[in-house]
């Protein structure tokens, strides 16, 4: 079968693993599709029929005939004529929808409540029963659902509804109700064999039964019944389910010595293709249960005790499902036991479960879950364990993504399960290479790129640099004795590890380092190996840098999707002329980046125009980070123009001011040296205060203050409360530096650059203190950039508030920018 039966494969299959598994449950939907089961076990060859190893001689019988009810009955009485063809005399049967056939008669009945249709068509399917003779074969076709969907009289309809409602609420079990279904019934619990009787029987099973116990399937009309209309009354009393009429059903054996009870498909059949498919993909598939009839976390603990990487365990069965009371979510119970195992899921685990007829009580067929599922679901601000609680799984799936669609399906065995556990082989993930090489920085300053390698796998860094670099940044080493570190020390200690284990090769680098700032091999250095080695990782997982970042991070949020920061006026130490201030961004109040994007990039337009009319084309030059550099020391100037760009800019987002002081590249000797003038710290907070005053956009100020002096930004915040005082140089990304912020509440921003602190780990580590205390995190480029796009990624990976990347012109900035826009298009 080319075309697939889960019709949103592509679209939910955004990971490697994803894909995986949906290609094991899109086998195992295959496997049990009744067209193909049939084909596969019945041949007629000549005037021999073959059903699953029995034959039987079709010349010793006058007529045949075709009979069945149940979810696929109609589907395997259309394959059963394609088969036998001319040889059927006569047929009915009853299905959910009818499928024309040239002979046999298919009638649509109604499931799980019995109504007058299944009646009418179980009339004509007991005439049929009763016309066949001693010389004649009679096939018949037994599907789940035909418990409800065979009704022999309407008192049967009329019973089998109460009883359905009743045990309902009872808490009963499916056997109990199989027991009574059996003795309200002319043609359950074997009774359909007696009508038969004496002709030759084969009765073709669909087991929707975990177990495979022939006899439950529909109430096993022509199965023998060893129980008795005591057995079922004392179940109508145990439940108090009512009064019914019972009858007694046929104990005498002859009835059955012509039957042929076949079993033709199962949720083993499923199971076993589920288990091929995992195997042919590599994986170690067990196959923990057929007979599952467990809770979700009765499921998850059987699921989850023989996890090892690279396996898929399996189950098939009925998710036990307790319904509190005035509970009124909605959901079947595959979407329920999904959304329950999010609890249970390790980075990098899929778990899918799934209806086999497509019907999971809702138009969806189940759901697919794993990481990304809790990562949209704390984007989109959702309780899991509401939607837990209210049983209240198909708004959750509907909401998130993870729906499984099919469309309804020609088959019908138990509900199917299983737990993806992804492939990480030591030798996949293990480092075979690590080698580094010069290239230029945006500001033509020598920096370096590192590729870590594991197998066929590899992920490449290149280092950015800062001008206004902190005190506590980890050292730089000059790029071509950094190469020589990679290569002399690095790599050796490196090589033969895990590249999946990012905490421990960040131990590694940091041991190597031996000093805080990393000293004995440099923070670039570190940062390099630290970062490839991340990107590696995901890919030998075959997922997103962001998601692999999510997972190591915990999917914590702080925004659905980063602010930009777009810095367009440069001064202080990256430009050579204009005022000692370092950066005017503007950011638009939005987590919309597209819109964000758009609107910073008009904003910028228009103020270039507004530059150009107060000075001239050669006097305005382009700073480190692309933003426009003017002839003027005035700290006001560059402020007042951002202003009137955003006023005279018609955006679709609101937009805010924000600048980045860099107050330590003006502190000289204890003072601030701003236009010509000393001022103390006190002074300073005047300026900013006549600063916020004059431009209220203005409301987000990084580094006011020079980076030892947290008592001045601690005033300055309490001053300044709408404000986001944002710490650069004051905290380096270090946590340590960073909960000396918090203790003393010198801000409630922090930029956040991994290559002041030198790993993914320690960088990570700084964040998440950060989330603990409300802090808002902005990941930053570098004055001397790459085209690197890493930290869109970590961004994004951390769902921070902001992303501070340059002005958007300049192509190194904007690839930054470009990958997050990328991210979101594929993430939506
Ligand atoms: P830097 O500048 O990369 O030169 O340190 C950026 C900043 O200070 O935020
Ligand atoms: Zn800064």
Not at 153 to 182: H, P, Y
Not at 492 to 519: C, F, I, W
Not at 657 to 682: P, R, V, W
Request: with cysteine; charged share 20%.
């Amino acid at each position: 079968m080319d075309k697939k039966l889960i019709t949103n494969f592509d679209t939910l299959a955004t990971s490697k693993s994803r894909r995986d598994a949906l290609t094991v449950a899109e086998a195992g939907l295959q496997a049990i599709d009744t067209q193909v089961v049939l084909q596969n076990s019945i041949e007629l060859d000549g005037t021999i029929l073959r059903v699953a190893g029995e034959r039987f001689d079709l010349t010793r019988y006058e007529h045949t005939y075709v009979i069945g009810f149940g979810k696929v009955a109609c589907t395997a009485a259309y394959t059963l004529e394609q088969i036998l063809q001319e040889r059927i005399k006569e047929g009915a049967v009853v299905g959910l929808s009818e499928r024309v056939c040239q002979t046999i008669d298919t009638y649509a009945g109604t499931h799980p409540i019995p109504s007058t249709q299944n009646y009418t068509a179980t009339k004509h399917i007991d005439e049929v029963a009763r016309s066949a003779k001693e010389n004649d074969l009679v096939i018949v076709i037994v599907s789940g659902g035909g418990s409800a969907l065979l009704c022999s009289t309407m008192a049967e309809c009329d019973q089998g509804q109460k009883l359905f409602n009743a045990f309902l609420q009872s808490g009963g079990t499916i056997e109990e109700l199989n027991t009574v279904r059996k003795h309200i019934s002319k043609l359950k619990g074997g009774g359909l064999a007696q009508s038969l009787y004496p002709a030759t029987v084969i009765s073709l099973i669909f087991s929707d039964v975990p177990g495979g116990d022939l006899a439950a399937v529909a109430s096993g009309p022509t199965c023998f019944d060893e129980s008795t209309v005591a057995d079922a009354q004392a179940i109508i009393d145990c439940y108090g389910l009512g009064d019914f009429i019972l009858n007694e059903t046929p104990k005498d054996l002859e009835y059955f010595k012509r039957v042929h009870n076949i079993p033709i498909v199962s949720n083993m059949t499923a199971l076993n293709a589920m288990q091929a498919s995992a195997r042919t993909l590599g994986y170690r598939a067990d196959i923990v249960s057929a007979t599952q009839y467990a809770t979700p976390k009765e499921t998850a603990a059987m699921l989850t005790k023989q996890v090892v990487p690279g396996s898929v365990q399996a189950m098939g069965g009925e998710t036990k499902v307790i319904v509190p009371e005035g509970c009124d979510g909605t959901g079947g119970r595959n979407g329920y036991l999904a959304l329950s195992m999010l609890d249970s899921l390790q980075s990098g685990q899929v778990f899918i479960s799934i209806a086999s007829d497509g019907h999971d009580n809702t138009n969806a067929a189940g759901a697919l879950v794993d990481s990304e599922t809790i990562s949209k679901a704390t984007e989109m601000s959702l309780n899991i364990q509401e939607y837990q609680t209210n049983l209240n799984s198909f708004p959750f799936f509907a909401a998130v993504g993870g729906h499984i669609r099919t469309g309804q399906l020609d088959s019908n065995v138990s509900d199917l399960l299983f737990l993806l556990t992804p492939k990480i082989s030591r030798d996949d993930a293990t480092i075979t290479d690590i080698t580094a090489k010069v290239l230029p920085d945006s500001r033509g300053k020598e920096t370096i790129s590192v590729t870590v390698t594991a197998g066929e796998h590899s992920g490449t860094f290149s280092v950015p640099s800062g001008a206004s670099t902190g005190i506590r940044e980890v050292q730089v080493i000059p790029a071509r004795a950094a190469v020589t570190i990679v290569a002399d020390t690095v790599k050796p200690a490196l090589l033969g590890t895990s590249v999946l284990d990012q905490s421990g090769l960040d131990a590694t680098l940091r041991n190597l380092g031996q000093t805080p700032s990393l000293a004995a091999i440099g923070g670039n250095v570190a940062l390099g190996v630290s970062v490839a080695a991340c990107k590696a990782a995901a890919q030998v997982q075959g997922i997103e840098i962001w998601k692999y970042i999510a997972d190591l991070f915990g999917h914590q949020t702080q925004a659905p999707a980063p602010r930009l920061f777009v810095n367009l006026i440069n001064g202080g130490e990256h430009a050579l002329v204009g005022s000692a201030i370092q950066e005017h961004q503007i950011i638009p109040d939005t987590d919309d980046v597209a819109a964000a994007h758009a609107a910073a990039t008009a904003v910028q337009a228009t103020l270039h125009q507004l530059l150009l009319k107060d000075f001239k084309k050669q006097d305005i030059t382009i700073g480190d980070e692309g933003g426009f550099v003017i002839p003027s020391k005035s700290i006001e100037a560059p402020f007042a123009y951002v202003a009137a760009a955003i006023e005279q800019t018609d955006t679709a987002v609101p937009i805010l001011m924000g600048a980045d002081m860099a107050a330590s590249s003006f502190y000289k000797a204890g003072e601030y040296e701003l236009e010509g003038k000393q001022l103390t710290a006190g002074q300073l907070q005047t300026v900013y205060r006549g600063l916020h005053k004059k431009f209220p956009l203005l409301q987000l100020v990084e580094d006011p203050f020079a980076e030892h002096d947290f008592a001045a930004f601690a005033k300055y915040q309490s001053a300044q409360p709408a404000v986001t005082c944002i710490g650069d140089d004051l905290t380096t990304t270090n946590k340590t530096t960073l909960q000396k912020a918090i203790t003393k509440q010198a801000i409630n921003g922090i930029i956040i650059k991994p290559n002041q602190i030198g790993t993914v780990s320690d960088t990570l580590a700084t964040m998440q203190l950060a989330y603990q205390h409300n802090i808002r995190c902005i990941v930053s480029h570098r004055s001397g950039e790459t085209m690197d796009d890493f930290i869109a990624d970590l961004a994004f990976g951390t769902k921070s508030y902001g992303l501070k990347a340059g002005a958007p012109t300049m192509p190194e900035r904007a690839a930054k920018y470009d990958r997050l826009l990328a991210i979101i298009q594929t993430h939506e």
